[in-house]
């Protein structure tokens, strides 16, 4: 994803939440240099080619995504994928409706 990146790019960045954070700060930052392993970014951090952030020894700051529609619809998805990881977890008994080769084809897709 780095190939990507060029100076003077807008990204939104995303502050990460721990137990002691309560408030989500989410800004846009800008790309400032471009090194061989990391962007340099407008507010400080670096961020690598997943634009994970840099936490050095300690855990990552936070994230950056392509533009705030993009984390948008990322958090869509994983809400959207956590409802479904509860709902099959409820269930301990196989949906009449669901055929094994309807189960093995959802798992080869999940698993690629």
């Given at each position: 994803?780095?190939?990507?990146?060029?100076?003077?790019?807008?990204?939104?960045?995303?502050?990460?939440?721990?137990?002691h954070q309560t408030i989500n700060r989410n800004y846009e930052v800008v790309v400032e240099k471009m090194g061989r392993t990391w962007a340099y970014l407008s507010?400080?951090?670096?961020?690598?080619?997943n634009l994970i952030a840099d936490g050095g020894q300690y855990s990552s700051p936070g994230r950056c995504y392509f533009n705030k529609e993009h984390y948008l619809s990322e958090m869509a998805r994983q809400i959207k994928w956590d409802e479904l990881y509860d709902l099959v977890r409820q269930r301990h008994v196989v949906p009449h409706h669901?055929?094994?080769?309807?189960?093995?084809?959802?798992?080869?897709?999940?698993s690629s």
């Open positions: 994803m780095i190939s990507k990146l060029r100076a003077g790019q807008t990204l939104w960045w995303v502050t990460r939440s721990n137990f507010n400080g951090e670096r961020i690598d080619r669901l055929s094994t080769d309807e189960i093995l084809k959802m798992i080869k897709d999940i």
